[in-house]
C-alpha cells in the first residue's frame, strides 16, 4: 500500500513538472535536431527583445552548420515552415535549375534554422552526386541500399508546398516535379528505367507517374531523425506540376492543400488518406479567382481557422470549417500582393493580424514596396506601410515565418542560391499575449 501510495505521487509529481515545464521535455528529437531547442542566449536575442513597433531588424548572417556551411537562398520559396516546440523553422527548395553545391551535393537539401542560436542545422545535405546510388521499391518510390526513403530532386522552387505537423513532429512537403537534375544527377536515370521504360527517352526528367505524384506526400520525421514518403493508394490530388499551399490544421489534426484554381484536398494523418473538399473550385465571381493559387502569399490563420492567399490583385481566404473560398477585397487593399517570389505573407498570433511583406515588383506595379497590415477582425488594411530594410544588393530571394514566442516575423533575404544571405526581423507592435 505504502509503495502504491509512493508510485501515484511520483506519477503526479512527474505530470505536474511536464505541464508547468519541468526539466523534461515531451518530445527528444532524433538526428540531426537532437539536443534542440537551443537555450536561447547571445546578442540577437537582447536585440530582438528590444526591437520597436513596426521596425526591422538585421540580425546577421546565421551561424553556419560545423559541418555543411550555411543554407542558400532559395527562388519563390516565400516560406519557411515554423516548428514550436524545436525553436526552429524548416526551409528547403532549389534556387538555381540545377544547381550543384561547391561541396559536390545537388540542392535539394534540408535545413533548420535555430531561433534560439540564431544558426543553421543542416538535417539534410542533398543528394550526393558523385557516389549517389539508389533504386526502386515495391512501389515505385527511390531508397537507398538500407532500405530507406531518399528524395531527390523532390521539390521545384518550395511555393507554399510544406508544412510542419508539431503534434507528429513531422515535416510534411508535397512533391512537386523538378526536371533539372539530368545533368547533375545522369546516373539516376539507371535506376528509373528499371520500372519507367517511358523516361528512357531521358525527355526533361521524367521520373515516371508514381515518383512525380503529389498524392505520395514526404515527410521528415523528427522522432526518428529520418524521411519518410507515403504511398498512397486511394485518390488524391491530381497529375502535374503542383505549386500549391500547404496548411495543417492543428485543430482537426489534418493538412489542407490548394492548388490550380482553388482545388482542394485533405489529408488525414491517421489513415494516411486524401479526401477531396466539399467544394473543389474557386467561385466564378471574385477577385481571388482572378489569378491561380501556385504563385502566391499564404498563411494559416489558426484563431478562424482560415487560409489566407493573396497574388497580384487577388485576396481572400478558404475557409477550412465550412470548406468554402471567401473573396476579400478591403479597405486599404493594396494595388498589388505580389506572389511567391514579390512577397511573402505572415499571420501574426499576438497582434492577431495578417503581414504582408512586398519586397520585390515589376515596373508597371504602383504599390510602393514594404510591410502590409491587414486585420481580419476590422476586414481592413492599415493606410501606411513600413519600408524594407536596408538589403544587400543582388539579394533577390526571401524566405520567411512567424514566431509567437518573440513576436517576431522573420525573413532570410539572399542571393539565389547563394549562401551568404541576411536574417532579418519585422515587429508590427508590441503587445501582451
Not at 557516389?131 to 511555393?159: C, R, T
Not at 545533368?183 to 525527355?203: F, G, M
Not at 505524384?213 to 526518428?224: L, N, Q, Y
Not at 489534418?254 to 482542394?264: F, Q
Request: glycine share 10%; proline share 7%; aromatic share 14%.
Amino acid at each position: 500500500m505504502r509503495w502504491g501510495r509512493m508510485f501515484l505521487a511520483a506519477v503526479v509529481l512527474a505530470g505536474a513538472a511536464l505541464a508547468y515545464g519541468g526539466d523534461e521535455p515531451a518530445f527528444k528529437p532524433k538526428g540531426p535536431l537532437e539536443g534542440l531547442p537551443s537555450k536561447a542566449e547571445g546578442a540577437h536575442i537582447e536585440k530582438l527583445k528590444a526591437l520597436g513597433d513596426n521596425s526591422w531588424l538585421d540580425l546577421g548572417s546565421p551561424a553556419p552548420d560545423p559541418k555543411w556551411g550555411k543554407a542558400r537562398g532559395r527562388a519563390w520559396t516565400p516560406k519557411m515552415a515554423y516548428a514550436p516546440e524545436l525553436r526552429g523553422a524548416f526551409f528547403c527548395a532549389t534556387g538555381v535549375h540545377g544547381f550543384v553545391k561547391p561541396d559536390g551535393h545537388y540542392m535539394d537539401d534540408l535545413w533548420l534554422y535555430d531561433i534560439n542560436a540564431h544558426r543553421w542545422v543542416c538535417i539534410y545535405p542533398g543528394a550526393d552526386t558523385k557516389v549517389l546510388k539508389m533504386h526502386l521499391d515495391k512501389n515505385g518510390f527511390e531508397i537507398n541500399e538500407a532500405g530507406e526513403h531518399i528524395p531527390v530532386s523532390y521539390l521545384s522552387h518550395g511555393y507554399n508546398n510544406l508544412t510542419y505537423n508539431p503534434d507528429l513532429h513531422k515535416y510534411m512537403v508535397i512533391e512537386t516535379e523538378c526536371p533539372w537534375w539530368t545533368s547533375a544527377l545522369p546516373q539516376r536515370w539507371e535506376w528509373l528505367d528499371q520500372k519507367y521504360p517511358a523516361v528512357a527517352t531521358k525527355n526533361y526528367g521524367g521520373v515516371g507517374d508514381v515518383i512525380r505524384s503529389a498524392k505520395h506526400p514526404w515527410f521528415w520525421d523528427g522522432t526518428t531523425g529520418k524521411w519518410d514518403r507515403k504511398f498512397i493508394a486511394g485518390a488524391g490530388p491530381g497529375r502535374g506540376r503542383f505549386e500549391g499551399v500547404l496548411e495543417y490544421v492543428p485543430a482537426q489534426k489534418r493538412a489542407y492543400y490548394l492548388y490550380s484554381h482553388g482545388e482542394v484536398w485533405i489529408y488525414d494523418f491517421g489513415a494516411d488518406t486524401w479526401s477531396a473538399a466539399a467544394n473543389l473550385k474557386l467561385p466564378a465571381t471574385g477577385n481571388i479567382a482572378d489569378n491561380p493559387i501556385y504563385d502566391s502569399a499564404a498563411c494559416f490563420d489558426p484563431k478562424r481557422e482560415r487560409i489566407w492567399v493573396g497574388v497580384r490583385k487577388s485576396f481572400g481566404y478558404y475557409d477550412t470549417k465550412n470548406q468554402a473560398w471567401t473573396a476579400v477585397k478591403a479597405k486599404n487593399q493594396p494595388a498589388e500582393l505580389g506572389g511567391g517570389n514579390y512577397s511573402h505573407l505572415t499571420y501574426d498570433s499576438v497582434n492577431d493580424l495578417l503581414v504582408l511583406t512586398l519586397r520585390r515588383s515589376e515596373k508597371d506595379w504602383a504599390t510602393a514596396l514594404g510591410t502590409y497590415v491587414y486585420n481580419p477582425a476590422e476586414d481592413a488594411w492599415t493606410a501606411e506601410h513600413c519600408p524594407l530594410p536596408k538589403v544587400p544588393a543582388g539579394f533577390s530571394t526571401a524566405t520567411a515565418f512567424y514566431d509567437p514566442e518573440t513576436n517576431a516575423h522573420f525573413c532570410f533575404f539572399a542571393p539565389d542560391s547563394g549562401d551568404n544571405g541576411t536574417m532579418f526581423a519585422y515587429r508590427y507592435k508590441n503587445a501582451k499575449r
